[in-house]
């Protein structure tokens, strides 16, 4: 009765909800989340085959060419080794050709014996096959074993059955409970031997082999071969065509667990979904190395990958997105706050995050406006005192950037203490400070003060701390008023205008049309223009605003559609032909930052319907990207339409584990490959975010891969995952 009523009372908060708004909205669930420990062997050694298993009671064996090992404190993103395995001394002297589980206990295989320490050591029988090197338990502590030609079937320490393959060789073996069979693997075909009738009978024909396992309903037999994998069919007894659209078509292993078919390979090692698409594991962001040897299950849910190089461990942990949510604003806390700067963590050796240190950007400003924009978010909706504090802080950085330079109202991109910057040979870009202790960089460009404005007028909007509320609309009218001082341009020190920080109608209109820079500069000042007005009422902002929108052709500059913008014509000059040499996804970053102030503090209500026609615009061209910031930005409009599904799938697809692993795709045969288009499109469908380089939201989501720096810094997820994350909860489409 007491269930009954909490769960009416739960449907019907839930029904309120949906009646107050016509937006879909994601109730937050548990997804799985998939992450990875790492073990590696010492530097110099690789295995050139072995076997990972599990037991019962969660322990990790190997056993490799080079011996048996255990994994040894490893932990996420804190990999550990693979250690010679000293836990039975009696062992050391034997000769273990190989290893296999039977109820879930470790067997060994030697050139006289099958036998474990497990069932108090009964298990030890003799064989007469001293070249053995394949194990199999069956039913009741019999076992198959082969050294490649024999085959010995044993019970107890008698071989109660020999044979051999026709013209073949054993390469595996494997038990099936439900028809009291044991299935063999040669190079050229499928056999099968019945140890009640010790009739061993050829199935099927094949070429090339490699490895097999059961589908996860047991009707099927998955057989990998050295271009492909094919099913055989235990019904109909018949074979199918070869599957070769795959990641990587070499199969080197064939492992079923639970509902997934997991393929090891030459480069990888993937999972075959419901939907018939592959996850693919790739690089050192999942894996020691990329030459698959063996693939089991292992404890509490997790994948065991052998690899060359060392073992993965691949966890599936259930987990929500507000559980994502505090592990990330933990991973940004922890190591990526620089002077209060959302930073960088650069230099790591191969992902050691001991061994890096936090770097300056040209876009310190950038990367922190939207840092701070999530923190905000977070504060309006949880008023969590700590998110509160981060605002701050990071509001003492963006203050300091207009102090820290001479230049009244100007902002640095960054500041660091002086004596270092210099040696870094970029004297042009850095400057020294009135303070003596600190130098500051120069050149500041657009995106820095679209960020700028969109986290300023989000903390002067939603931020009921009277203090950061004042502080924010002092620096919106502070970065304003230079700019409408110096005729729409950002002034260095140098008394020139930056190379981007150009509004200008001069500037902007002497663009083509379809250069995507005239409609963005547009699109920016006009929402900075707004953003001024609405918090500082002073008419100098409103004035220039409609003045550029009816006089100077903003508006149709900004309402120009997406399908119009593309390569500058013949005639162009060498500028616009730079700025359309492809589209540039750092402008895709700069209108949704803008359109926060575009549309939330438009001049009337009829530009407001205009915006949100050019915003819709927009987000149709960005579609196939599936990009999360840009989908959950589109919901500021309050559309029914903005791909909430794909939104969520970029935040819970998103590794956890956001270092610079060299990553490899474009080998990939189950991706469907495009002529790259203006958009640099590549492929037909995005990847998801976890197969990808980790990235930023001014990239690509069609890059296929990372091939420089293996693990050389770590991304913090202040911009790439909490502003996403924390937008969609402030909007309301994440609950």
Known sequence: MKFTFIWGFLLGCVSLLLAQTKQPFHLDQTFIQDF?????????????????????????????????????????LYPGTLEPDQTYRTLAHKKIATMALHQNQFVFLDEQTVLSNAWAGTLLFIHTLPKAKILEAGPDFAFLISDGQQLHYLLKSQTLWQGQLPDDEVLNLRWQKSTQTFWILGKKGLYRFSPSTSNLQKICTGVGFTAFDFSPDQQKIIIGSNDGYQTFDLKTQTLSAKQQRLPVPNITAVQTISDKVWFGSSNGAFALRKDGKFDYYQGERWLPGNEILHIAEGPERSVLILTQKGLAQIHFQ????????AYFETQVRTRHIRNGFNATLSGLKKGNLATG???????????????????????KVTKDPEALQNCRESLDAM????????????????FERRGYIPQLADPDRWQPSPDAEWDWKSTTSSDEAIGHIFAYGAMAELVDDPTLKKRAIVLIDTLMSHILKNDLYLIDYDGKPTTWGRWNPNYVNALPTNVGDRKLNASNI??????????????????????????????????????????????????????????????????FLGYWGLYRYALNDTLKR????????????????????????????????????????????????????????????????MTPDFRSQTIKEVLPPD????????ANMFNLDRKRGNGNEEHSAGDIWLLPYWLGRYLGVIK
Do not use: C
């Not at 197969?691 to 001014?698: D, K, L, S, V």
């Open 36 to 76: 990875s420990v790492k073990y590696y062997l010492p530097d110099q050694v690789e295995l050139q085959d072995g076997k990972a298993f599990a037991d019962r009671n969660g322990v990790i064996k190997i056993h490799s060419s080079i011996g048996l090992l255990q994994p040894y404190n490893g932990r996420f």
């Open 318 to 325: 259930p987990m929500t997105l507000k559980e994502k949510a």
């Open 691 to 698: 197969e990808r380089p980790i990235q930023r939201h001014n």
């Open 526 to 591: 006009i929402a900075m223009l707004q953003t001024a007005y609405f918090f500082t009422k002073k008419a100098k902002y409103k004035d220039k605003a409609f003045e550029l929108l009816n006089k100077q052709g903003y508006f149709e500059n900004l309402m120009r559609p997406m399908s119009q913008i593309g390569y500058a014509p013949e005639e162009a000059n060498d500028l616009s032909k730079v700025l359309s040499d492809s589209w540039n996804h750092s402008d895709d970053e700069m209108y």
């Open 357 to 379: 240190y936090l770097e300056d950007s040209d876009n310190d400003g950038l990367w922190t406006s939207m840092y701070l924009g999530a923190e905000i978010f977070r504060y």
């Open 610 to 673: 205009h915006y949100r026609k050019a915003i819709l615009d927009h987000w149709q061209a960005e579609r196939p990207e599936k990009e999360g910031l840009w989908d959950i930005f589109t919901a500021l409009t309050g559309t029914a339409n903005f791909d909430l599904k794909e939104a969520i799938w970029y935040l819970q697809e998103h590794p956890l584990d956001l270092i610079s692993w060299e990553i490899a795709n474009s080998h990939r045969q189950d991706i469907e490959k």
């Open 399 to 414: 203050e300091r950037l207009y102090t820290v330079n001479p230049v009244p109202g100007f902002p640095a991109r960054s």
